[in-house]
C-alpha cells in the first residue's frame, strides 16, 4: 500500500505546478490579559494583542483562504526601552501592513516558496520602513510581517491540496529551494534532511526574572485561583516537567543563585534532574564581559556541577548589535570552555545562521515569527553540517523557542514546523502566563476541543476553558500532525475584532 506522501508524489504530480497570489487580506484582533506578569528582559508583559491574518489566495484561480496568527510582544524585536508600548503596536502593524501591500503587488508566483523570496525581498529592501529618527527598521522586525504572509500562504495552499505541511514540504508542493538560501545545501532536498515528525514533544517550561518559584514567593493577596499551577514547583508537579528555560540575570551572584534555586526546587518536585537553556536575553554589550561573568559563575562549584548534568545551551547572551561582529568571533573562537551557544533575536536574515556557526556558535533557535522557509532550511542546514562535522567542531544544535505563543492558530502552525524539524523539545510559555483559550468566544473553544482534543483538556475552572494537556512533560501532536498547517477548527472572522485602520 503507498504512503499518503507516495500517492501526492505520484498521483498528484500536476499539484506541483501551482500558482499562487495574494487576492486579499483582513486583520482581526483580540486583546489578552495575562494571569500573571511575564517579566523577560526589558519589559514585563501584562496585556497582549493575538493578532490574526485571514488572507485569501488565488491558487490556479481557485479562492483559497489562509489563516496566520501571533502575539504583537513588546520589547523584543527591538530593545528600545524608551519607546512606549502603543508605539511598537502601532509600528508592527506597520510592517504588517507594508508585507501585505508588498504581497498584493506580486503577480502569481509558481511556488510558495518564490512567492516568499519574492516578498521577502521586497519587504527587506523598502526604504520606508525607518523608526522615528529616520533609521531603518531591524530585518527581525520588518522579516515579521513577511511571515505571517508566508504563513498564510502555507496555509492556502495546503488546504487548497488537501493536504499536511509535512507532506507538501517534503513532496516539492512548496518548492523550497534550500541551495538558494544556504549554497551548501545546493545538491540537497528537504526530504534528504528532514527527520521523522516528533508525535510527542517535551515541553521547556520558562521561569522569567519575577517567577515565583514556590507559594512562599507569591505576595499576600496575589494567589490564583484559576485552576492553572502558579508557581515553579506546582507546575512541575503538575505537569511532570523535566526541561526549563531559565531567564538569566547579568550579574553573577544573582545568575547563581537564581539558577540554583530553579535547579533546586524543579528537581525536588519532579525527583530526575532538571534538563535546561539558559536565556541572556542580550544583556551583554561584549562577548569579553560575557566571558567574564560567565567565569565568575563557574568558580560555584555547584553551578558548573549543574551546569555539567543538565545544560542544552545559552542562548543569546550578546546585544545583537555585537553578536555576530568579527570582534565577537575572536573573543568565542579562542574560548576553550565556552557552553554550547546559539543565536536567537540574531537571527534576522537568510545568511546570519552561517555567520553565527562562523562566529563560534553552534546553531540557532526556531519560531515561525522569524520565517517558517528558512527555519526549515536553517535545521537542513544544521543537520547537513552534523553530518559531515569538521574537525574540533561542537555538534550542532537547534532549539525551539517562543513568543508567547497562544492558540489555536500561532501555538499550532509554531509546533507543526517544530515537529517537523525533529524537535524533542520546545520552549512553552503562552499556556503558563495565559489562562488557557479563555481568550476565544465560547464557540471556538468548544470547536477548538473536537478537532484537538489531544492537546488540550477542559480545565477544571467554572466555567471551564480549554488548556494545554500537557501529560509527563510532554505534549501530544498528532492533530497537530494531521491538519492542514497545525489547527483544523473553523475561526469565523466575525469572532474576532477588526483591527482599526487607524492603528
Not at 484561480?61 to 489562509?66: Q, T
Not at 544556504?182 to 510527542?200: K, V
Not at 513568543?403 to 517537523?420: F, I, K, R
Amino acid at each position: 500500500m503507498q504512503s499518503e506522501r507516495t500517492r501526492f508524489a505520484v498521483d498528484d504530480e500536476s499539484r506541483l505546478q501551482m500558482t499562487i497570489q495574494l487576492a486579499r487580506w483582513e486583520l482581526r484582533h483580540v486583546e489578552v490579559q495575562t494571569r500573571m506578569p511575564f517579566r523577560y528582559g526589558i519589559a514585563t508583559l501584562t496585556r497582549v494583542p493575538y493578532l490574526l491574518v485571514y488572507a485569501d489566495f488565488l491558487i490556479d484561480g481557485m479562492l483559497v483562504e489562509g489563516v496566520a496568527a501571533d502575539v504583537l510582544p513588546p520589547k523584543w524585536f527591538t530593545k528600545r526601552p524608551e519607546m512606549p508600548l502603543e508605539s511598537e503596536i502601532r509600528e508592527m502593524l506597520r510592517v504588517i501592513r507594508s508585507a501585505a501591500a508588498h504581497a498584493e503587488s506580486l503577480s502569481a508566483q509558481p511556488t510558495v516558496y518564490r512567492w516568499w523570496r519574492e516578498l521577502y525581498e521586497l519587504q527587506q529592501s523598502d526604504m520606508s520602513l525607518v523608526d522615528a529618527s529616520g533609521e531603518a527598521l531591524p530585518p527581525l522586525l520588518t522579516g515579521f510581517g513577511v511571515s505571517l504572509f508566508e504563513r498564510a500562504a502555507v496555509d492556502a495552499m495546503c488546504r487548497a491540496n488537501a493536504t499536511t505541511w509535512a507532506i507538501s514540504l517534503r513532496s516539492g508542493l512548496l518548492g523550497l529551494d534550500l541551495g538558494e538560501i544556504h549554497p551548501a545545501l545546493r545538491d540537497a532536498t528537504p526530504d534528504q534532511l528532514l527527520p521523522t515528525p516528533t508525535r510527542r514533544m517535551h515541553v521547556r517550561h520558562t521561569i522569567g526574572l519575577a517567577d515565583p518559584l514556590t507559594l512562599g514567593d507569591v505576595p499576600a493577596g496575589e494567589t490564583l485561583d484559576d485552576a492553572l499551577p502558579q508557581t515553579l514547583e506546582q507546575s512541575v508537579s503538575a505537569y511532570q516537567l523535566t526541561h526549563f528555560k531559565i531567564k538569566l540575570p547579568s550579574d553573577p551572584a544573582e545568575a547563581v543563585d537564581r539558577t540554583l534555586r530553579v535547579l533546586s526546587v524543579a528537581e525536588q518536585a519532579s525527583g530526575k534532574p532538571p534538563r535546561f537553556t539558559l536565556d541572556g536575553n542580550e544583556a551583554f554589550a561584549t562577548a569579553a564581559q560575557f566571558i567574564d561573568m560567565w567565569r565568575d559563575c563557574l568558580s560555584n562549584s555547584r553551578f558548573a556541577a549543574a551546569l555539567q548534568r543538565g545544560l542544552i545551551a545559552v542562548e543569546q547572551p550578546l546585544h545583537r548589535d555585537v553578536a555576530l561582529c568579527e570582534a565577537t568571533r575572536d573573543e568565542l573562537r579562542t574560548w576553550a570552555d565556552a557552553p554550547p551557544l546559539i543565536i536567537d533575536e540574531s537571527d534576522a536574515e537568510l545568511t546570519s545562521l552561517p555567520i553565527a556557526l562562523d562566529r563560534g556558535y553552534v546553531g540557532t533557535s526556531h519560531k515561525n515569527c522569524k520565517g517558517v522557509l528558512k527555519g526549515i532550511a536553517n535545521g537542513c542546514l544544521l543537520e547537513w553540517r552534523r553530518r559531515q562535522p569538521a574537525s574540533g567542531d561542537r555538534p550542532p544544535l537547534l532549539t525551539g523557542e517562543d513568543l508567547m505563543n497562544l492558540g489555536p492558530v500561532a501555538l499550532q502552525q509554531d509546533l507543526a514546523v517544530a515537529a517537523t524539524l525533529g524537535l524533542q523539545h520546545v520552549e512553552r510559555n503562552g499556556h503558563h502566563f495565559v489562562t488557557g483559550l479563555r481568550h476565544l468566544p465560547p464557540e471556538t473553544q468548544q470547536d477548538v476541543m473536537e478537532h484537538h482534543d489531544d492537546l488540550y483538556r477542559w480545565s477544571t475552572a467554572d466555567p471551564p476553558f480549554p488548556s494545554l494537556a500537557i501529560d509527563g512533560g510532554q505534549i501530544a501532536l498528532d492533530s497537530v500532525l494531521a491538519s492542514p498547517f497545525g489547527y483544523r477548527c473553523p475561526l469565523p472572522r466575525e469572532a474576532f475584532a477588526p483591527v482599526d485602520d487607524a492603528v
